[in-house]
């Protein structure tokens, strides 16, 4: 399920990703380019009805980081992909 998610959501402007967890994957951490912050991204989200983790409480010293954790555990593959594309309008 999540490798057909990741193939869709490298059409957007994503600068990299990773599937973390164990052998039954939970997340992707994605990268925005051009450092834009996934933080300040995140309201506009919201309001496109989508939640994601902004990175900046995975680190100590950084702040407006240019990263998200993605979380697909609870969602099937259209509703994957509509976020994705939901995403993707605002990035």
Sequence with gaps: MASNSVKFW???TVYCWTVCGSANRMF???????????LE????AMEKKIAFVPGDPFYTAKSNV???RLNYTNATP?????????????L
């Design 41 to 44: 991204l995140f309201p506009q």
């Design 78 to 90: 259209e509703l994957i992909q509509e976020g994705i594309k939901r995403l993707g309008s605002i």
């Design 66 to 68: 240019n990263a998200m």
């Design 10 to 12: 490298t059409t957007y």
């Design 28 to 38: 992707i951490w994605a990268t925005l380019q051009n450092g834009q912050s996934a």
